[in-house]
């Protein structure tokens, strides 16, 4: 077994050398420290990476000169002990004690008396450290690396303070009820039996909210297909796709398959064709995984494939394609704070330019008077609504249509939903109609 803050303490300095993410890490960590240790090891890489800009900031000050990259485990060792002495119930005592003994079997005895020093000062001066350091430092006031704290100040600058806090804030767990076998109300009464308390969503009419993250396995009917994780943005999908009877569905970039399954959910019995289309085979298992629990694998077709290429396509058009596209995830940095560290501003431009591909090549596959949806989970214009403008002053087929929907911002092209409190994750959607050869576009 692996010592719960050595392997913290691997995960995190594997992050700060951009070597992976908490989603690619964590997993095989998790197999290899003690069942009791788990909760407190998600807790430590989750809580340090969400804090990570604060923290680092203070360590920054508390250090006469920085760590090097060959010592990215001595910063990752002292970023966890600042975090244990800041935001865990662990007797301080102790915090500094595992710290010292953690830079040990790093092999780094040099540091001990550096890692002793910094946390015992911080210990004795917290509070002027905070206040001196929270006039100063934009880094530890917002707690977000420069860049997106500049880039969000310009995008937005009436919400930018609010997107800031809230992406620092853990987001809920949320569910969504499968409408084939019952009803969001049931769901909760369910719940509400097992101890678990949940509301019902207010901008997706199938989202169940819980009032605290449980394991999947102890929500009642998961196993059975009842319900699926889904963030209450993230299901908008179906109802702006609006698919009828009969026709012809793609969800172009489909992995995991929440998008896809929620679709089936409403339209698998209705002779509806769908498909799905994902370029990265390593996430091609979630998405065989989720029909599979959902019962539905037989109501679609899915496509290992490049949804800006056509070598998998049977050359059919389609009435109706749902683009998710990959994008920085600045959205979800409340699920994902790794985000804050890996993504760069420069990462944008080539996002950008994918995105356009996409749409260009799907355009192609998209049927006159047929209707094409832009989603993606980022809060940056360059990824969305200018996205959205470029491709319709490029495409004099292609007409944009407001979204009927009272709830985000609505932009000149599509609706910006920013991360909410006890709600939402950030979001982006456009929808776009084909005009047919004589210049109309579906209502
Ligand atoms: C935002 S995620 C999709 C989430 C999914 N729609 C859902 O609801 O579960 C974007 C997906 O696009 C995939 N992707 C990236 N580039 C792609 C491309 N050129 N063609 C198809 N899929 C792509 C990524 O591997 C990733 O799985």
Same mark, same amino acid.
């Given at each position: 077994? !692996?010592?719960?803050?050595?392997?913290?303490? +691997?995960?995190? &300095?594997?992050?700060? +050398?951009?070597? %992976?993410?908490?989603?690619?890490?964590? =997993?095989?960590? #998790?197999?290899? @420290?003690?069942?009791?240790?788990? %909760?407190?090891?998600? *807790? $430590? @890489?989750? %809580? !340090? !990476?969400?804090?990570? /800009?604060? #923290?680092?900031?203070?360590? +920054?000050?508390?250090?006469?000169? =920085? /760590? *090097?990259?060959?010592?990215?485990? $001595?910063?990752?060792?002292?970023?966890?002990g600042l975090y244990q002495l800041r935001e865990l119930r662990i007797p301080e005592h102790a915090v500094i004690h595992e710290t010292v003994e953690l830079a040990k079997r790093l092999n780094k005895e040099w540091a001990t008396g550096l890692i002793n020093a910094v946390l015992r000062r911080y210990q004795r001066e917290a509070v002027e450290l905070d206040q001196q350091l929270s006039q100063q430092s934009d880094l530890y006031h917002w707690n977000h690396p420069e860049w997106m704290i500049t880039k969000l100040q310009h995008n937005w600058p009436d919400h930018w303070q609010q997107i800031l806090i809230q992406n620092d804030i853990r987001a809920p767990m949320t569910l969504r009820v499968n409408k084939r076998l019952l009803t969001p109300e049931t769901l909760q009464n369910k719940l509400v039996e097992e101890g678990i308390d949940a509301q019902l969503g207010q901008l997706s009419s199938q989202a169940v909210i819980l009032e605290e993250p449980v394991d999947v396995l102890d929500i009642p009917g998961f196993d059975l297909g009842e319900c699926s994780v889904q963030d209450e943005a993230a299901q908008l999908s179906v109802q702006l796709l609006d698919v009828q009877p009969g026709e012809r569905v793609l969800d172009a970039c489909a992995a995991p398959g929440g998008k896809l399954c929620h679709l089936l959910e409403h339209h698998a019995d209705s002779a509806t064709q769908i498909d799905a289309v994902e370029l990265n085979p390593k996430r091609m298992p979630r998405i065989y995984e989720n029909l599979e629990r959902l019962h539905l694998a037989e109501y679609c077709r899915v496509f290992e494939g490049d949804a800006s290429a056509h070598d998998w396509w049977d050359g059919v058009t389609y009435d109706r394609i749902l683009v998710d596209a990959p994008c920085s995830g600045s959205g979800v940095i409340r699920r994902n704070p790794d985000i804050k560290l890996l993504r760069q501003n420069e990462d944008l431009l080539k996002l950008a330019s994918l995105q356009m591909a996409i749409l260009e090549n799907l355009w192609q596959m998209l049927k006159p008077g047929g209707t094409l949806v832009y989603a993606t989970? &980022?809060? /940056? =214009? +360059?990824?969305?609504?200018?996205?959205?403008?470029? /491709?319709?002053? *490029?495409?004099?087929?292609?007409?944009?249509? =407001?979204?009927?929907?009272?709830?985000?911002l609505t932009r000149p092209f599509g609706t910006q939903f920013f991360p909410q409190l006890n709600s939402h994750d950030g979001f982006f959607y456009a929808k776009l109609t084909k005009l047919d050869a004589n210049g109309i576009s579906e209502a």
């Open positions: 077994m !692996t010592d719960v803050r050595l392997a913290a303490t +691997q995960i995190l &300095s594997s992050l700060l +050398q951009h070597q %992976g993410s908490l989603s690619s890490l964590l =997993p095989n960590y #998790l197999k290899q @420290v003690s069942a009791r240790d788990t %909760g407190l090891l998600q *807790q $430590l @890489v989750y %809580g !340090t !990476t969400r804090e990570y /800009f604060r #923290l680092d900031a203070l360590a +920054q000050h508390l250090l006469k000169k =920085p /760590f *090097q990259v060959k010592d990215s485990d $001595l910063h990752a060792c002292l970023l966890l989970c &980022s809060i /940056f =214009p +360059q990824e969305n609504e200018r996205i959205v403008e470029r /491709f319709c002053k *490029q495409h004099l087929d292609a007409h944009h249509q =407001p979204l009927n929907i009272s709830a985000g």
